[in-house]
């Protein structure tokens, strides 16, 4: 066997966490934002969050309408600053469940 194999999930792992650190700047970011509105093309974090959660098949779980869901999917749009931040808090929580899954 190859040193050079990868565990099967850790490369997912790495990935996970990565986004993570990204929806933290993308959090705070939002919450300095003064507008009410803001253009979801400026939050790759989420986007990535929101990727990851849909190849595993969670993507319904996030709590967006599918309008919003398909603005992220296309990264063009105006989203409700409130909105996103409180989607945020759900998409951690998700992709620490997903971190669960993983670690099994």
């Known amino acids: 066997m190859s040193n050079d194999a990868e565990p099967e999930g850790i490369g ?36 990535e969050a929101i990727s990851f959660l849909d190849e595993l098949g969670m993507a319904g779980r996030i709590g967006l309408s599918a309008m919003e869901l398909d603005k992220f999917q296309r990264m063009s749009g105006t989203i409700d600053n409130a909105v996103l931040r409180q989607m945020t808090g759900r998409l951690k929580s998700l992709l620490r469940e997903a971190n669960c899954l993983y670690d099994r």
């Open 12 to 47: 997912a792992i790495d990935q996970l966490y990565d986004i993570l650190e990204m929806l933290e700047e993308d959090i705070k970011d939002l919450e300095g934002a003064r507008r009410e509105r803001v253009n979801v093309f400026l939050y790759q974090g989420i986007f």
